[in-house]
């Protein structure tokens, strides 16, 4: 929704799509709102992992359990049971399932279920994605009056018009730019925190060339799935942000982290919020 300033101000049903990097502040955001007014708070890797890859990721963590003889026949005997206990604060499930691609012995991924499980995960997040709509009628039918939509990360590289004609028109999108001091401070994490994450099949497919040019190596088999995530992450960032930008632009509006880091209460993030919409 390309609203105005006052429009939005003046709305008794605020709708908000957060964009931009993990780590940006998106949640931040989104629980200094949540303590002025009823928001209903929407997770996109939470619906990932709850609703369209749940199954997966059970039946991956059965095969694991089911190459141990003793716990296969208690599994398959139903003496014991495994679930997917995820919430909005432990996505880890999800990330486990997604892995990181290099030598199965180091705890990887082999590069053929690794981009198998990336192409899931895209299918997964766009439907999480147009399933907002729905999710913003229920919401009102169970009293919000207001919404947000805290994305992941990897929204940007959906390249779906479709995705974004979707959020737009349903919601206001708020692009967080990651200010310079924000983008170093992402970039520590993943060195010492290297996590699972999606990659676009191109950039994935390019980075990994390099990759095993650069350090003489000939398989993925051979690569430190860690190495690589850290290596790989500041290329990933420098990927993404015209993406973003470019989402931004035609789709909604832009505030910067910093910023947004300084405001204490929900009444100065709005006067952020305002300010990127005039």
């Known amino acids: 929704m390309?609203?105005?300033?006052?429009?939005?101000?003046?709305?008794?049903?605020?709708?908000?799509?957060?964009?931009?990097?993990?780590?940006?502040?998106?949640?931040?955001?989104?629980?200094l709102l949540s303590r002025q007014g009823k928001y209903f708070h929407y997770s996109s890797d939470y619906r990932i992992g709850?609703?369209?890859?749940?199954?997966?990721i059970l039946d991956n963590i059965k095969n694991h359990v089911r190459q141990d003889k003793r716990l296969k026949s208690l599994l398959d005997n139903e003496s014991i049971s495994i679930q997917n206990?995820?919430?909005?604060?432990?996505?880890?499930?999800?990330s486990a399932f997604l892995g990181?691609?290099?030598?199965?012995?180091?705890?990887?991924?082999?590069?053929?279920?690794?981009?198998?499980r990336q192409i899931m995960h895209l299918n997964a997040e766009t439907k999480a994605m147009l399933d907002v709509p729905q999710f913003i009628q229920r919401a009102r039918t169970q009293g919000f009056n207001h919404f947000i939509n805290d994305t992941g990360g990897s929204l940007c590289e959906l390249d779906d018009k479709q995705v974004y004609q979707t959020l737009a028109d349903n919601t206001v999108v708020l692009y967080i730019k990651a200010s310079k001091?924000?983008?170093v401070a992402l970039i520590e994490r993943a060195q010492t925190h290297p996590k699972p994450l999606?990659?676009?099949?191109?950039?994935?497919?390019?980075?990994?060339?390099?990759?095993?040019?650069?350090?003489q190596l000939i398989y993925v088999a051979?690569?430190?799935?860690?190495?690589?995530?850290?290596?790989?992450?500041?290329?990933?960032?420098?990927?993404r942000k015209p993406k973003y930008e470019s989402i931004a632009k035609k789709y909604g509006h832009t505030i910067d982290s910093e910023s947004l880091y300084q405001c204490k209460s929900a009444d100065e993030v709005f006067e952020l919020i305002y300010g990127a919409m005039n």
Do not use: C
């Not at 101000?9 to 940006?24: A, F, I, W």
């Not at 012995?105 to 053929?112: A, C, R, S, V, Y």
């Not at 990659?199 to 040019?213: H, P, R, T, V």
């Not at 051979?222 to 990927?239: K, T």
């Open 50 to 56: 709850a609703e369209y890859l749940s199954d997966k």
């Open 198 to 215: 999606y990659y676009q099949a191109g950039f994935l497919k390019q980075q990994l060339e390099i990759y095993l040019q650069k350090n």
């Open 181 to 183: 001091i924000n983008e």
């Open 85 to 94: 206990h995820i919430t909005f604060d432990n996505l880890s499930s999800v």
């Open 2 to 31: 390309k609203l105005s300033s006052s429009e939005f101000k003046n709305s008794n049903h605020k709708r908000l799509t957060l964009l931009g990097m993990s780590g940006v502040g998106k949640t931040h955001l989104a629980k």
């Open 100 to 116: 990181k691609a290099g030598n199965p012995e180091l705890g990887g991924t082999p590069i053929d279920t690794f981009v198998a």
């Open 222 to 239: 051979q690569i430190d799935p860690n190495e690589f995530a850290r290596w790989v992450f500041p290329r990933l960032l420098e990927h």
